[in-house]
Antibody, heavy 121, light 110 residues
Framework: QVQLVESGGGGVQPGRSLRLSCADS????????MHWVRQAPGKGLEWVAV????????WYADSVKGRFTISRDNSKNTLYLQMNSLRPEDTAVYYC??????????????WGQGTTVTVSS | QSALTQPASVSESPGQSITISCTGT?????????VSWYQQHPGKAPKLMIY???NRPSGVSNRFSGSKSGNTASLTISGLQAEDEADYYC??????????FGGGTKVTVL
């Protein structure tokens, strides 16, 4: 059973960087595409990025393109999100989610509990 | 990457049925059978309820069903129960190889 645990969230000043991690404590996520999804306080879900099972394909929301980088280390069953040039509007709970298949399409069938990122001076 | 359009709220009495719409374009909902629906209770992570327009994951009640016509997808909850009170989000794969969510619908069981 896949269980996803996010970490790395916290408070940070605008313009600084933060790296989120998502570890699979159950079986393995190496055969699946993986997503990051965020939710600002009191707002809806916003898709952030997706990476294919082997890391060869990565796609981003326009709102984070050029600032955020998604990556994975399949030897460690871990997904990452490097967030640079953070803005107050990046404040949100960040969820990692497992795709049903190896690529960027398809539903997200397992979600982590989320990690909170607060960008404020 | 404009959000899919959902009604902000839907209310109904226990035992009744509701349908939540999710309207997109031919570049997302209308162009692919990769529409999903998620349920989110306050303070909790989203839960997948419907995938690929009409399919239910194992363990999801058969009171939940999905459909699509043109650029609009729908989630129907029949035999409404108190535990169904939550926020519901649709999502779709898009032609720009991204994912887009709807704005969310708050379901209230009266």
């Amino acid at each position: 059973q896949v269980q996803l645990v996010e970490s790395g969230g916290g408070g940070v000043q605008p313009g600084r960087s933060l790296r989120l991690s998502c570890a699979d404590s159950g079986l393995t996520i190496r055969n699946y595409g993986m997503h990051w999804v965020r939710q600002a306080p009191g707002k809806g879900l916003e898709w952030v990025a997706v990476i294919s099972y082997d890391g060869s394909n990565k796609w981003y929301a326009d709102s984070v393109k050029g600032r955020f980088t998604i990556s994975r280390d399949n030897s460690k069953n871990t997904l990452y999100l490097q967030m640079n040039s953070l803005r107050p509007e990046d404040t949100a709970v960040y969820y990692c989610a497992k795709g049903q298949g190896p690529y960027e399409w398809g539903a997200m069938d397992v979600w982590g509990q989320g990690t909170t990122v607060t960008v404020s001076s | 990457q404009s959000a899919l359009t959902q009604p902000a709220s839907v209310s109904e009495s226990p035992g009744q049925s509701i349908t939540i719409s999710c309207t997109g374009t031919s570049s997302d909902v209308g162009g692919y059978n990769y529409v999903s629906w998620y349920q989110q209770h306050p303070g909790k992570a989203p839960k997948l309820m419907i995938y690929d327009v009409t399919n239910r994951p194992s363990g999801v009640s058969n009171r939940f069903s999905g459909s699509k016509s043109g650029n609009t997808a729908s989630l129907t909850i029949s035999g409404l129960q108190a535990e169904d009170e939550a926020d519901y989000y649709c999502s779709s794969y898009t032609s720009s190889r991204s994912v887009v969510f709807g704005g969310g619908t708050k379901v209230t069981v009266l």
